[in-house]
């Protein structure tokens, strides 16, 4: 049964500010994510109350750190968060949808066709397989995987002086101190975390900000690990159908 729109709450007034001229457009994804995200295991029933806040909002206002006319992938995208409440508050950034699940990108596909998002691409596929095919200005994730785990898939994929935004909650400047180390090796010269959407929203998005220099070796070094794990990969046992999947470099299903 689909659950009932009704419990969804109105859209606060700071939406219409974000969203701009996409305020319809943000109102129909919050929909979709209460009615098909529910249906379909993207989001909890639980959530639903809350999506604005806590999930369209909070990752809209990652828009504040973006560059005019950037480019930017959605790491493990699942229902879209952030990437699409990014592209709608950005029309003029271009954003990838990058999601290892067929059942996800499925979901994407629809609601990118059903709002118009023409800055919007799903790409289906694990972080790891797009490095050497796929760069960008900024990489952005949220709940994917612990930060260190994360910059390794990540930061491959960014041009030099790109960026990487990991939407993170009180954990964030433990997360960020245990892993400043490995950041270092994939080629980050800056770190920090910040908060965004103070002033818009009544609880501000905290952010860890990594930026790559301008000659990420540490990132062209994982790159060539990355290219080595995945021919080792090839060259072994041929998978079975097995079930698997997840975010990131985990199996996605077929």
């Not at 909890?44 to 369209?56: A, N, Q, S």
């Not at 968060?81 to 954003?95: E, S």
């Not at 919007?120 to 095919?133: D, F, N, P, S, W």
């Not at 002033?199 to 900000?209: H, K, N, P, Y």
Request: charged share 25%.
């Amino acid at each position: 049964m689909e659950p009932e729109l009704d419990v969804l709450a109105e859209a606060p007034a700071a939406a219409r500010e974000v969203f701009g001229d996409r305020f319809d457009a943000a109102v129909r994804y919050t929909e979709l994510l209460a009615t098909a995200g529910v249906q379909r295991g993207l989001i909890g029933p639980r959530e639903v109350p809350r999506l604005w806040d806590r999930h369209v909002l909070n990752c809209a206002v990652l828009a504040e750190l973006l560059p005019n006319g950037t480019t930017l992938c959605d790491v493990g995208s699942g229902a879209g968060l952030p990437g699409i409440p990014v592209a709608l508050a950005r029309p003029d950034v271009q954003v990838t949808l990058l999601e290892p699940l067929l059942r996800r990108t499925t979901f994407l596909e629809e609601v990118v066709r059903e709002l118009g998002l023409e800055n919007v691409t799903v790409l289906r596929g694990r972080a790891e397989e797009m490095i050497g095919k796929l760069a960008v200005d900024v990489v952005t994730a949220r709940a994917v995987a612990p930060l260190d785990r994360l910059a390794g898939w990540g930061m491959p994929l960014l041009r030099p002086h790109g960026q990487m935004l990991a939407l993170k909650g009180d954990s964030a400047e433990q997360e960020l101190a245990d892993s400043r180390a490995g950041l270092a090796k994939l080629g980050a010269v800056e770190s920090s975390v910040i908060s965004v959407g103070e002033g818009t929203l009544e609880t501000s998005t905290r952010v860890i900000q990594v930026k790559a220099g301008e000659s990420p070796g540490g990132v062209k070094a994982a790159t060539r690990r990355a290219k080595a794990a995945r021919a080792g990969r090839n060259a072994g046992t041929p998978r079975t159908g097995g079930a698997g999947g997840g975010r990131g470099g985990r199996r996605r299903s077929r």
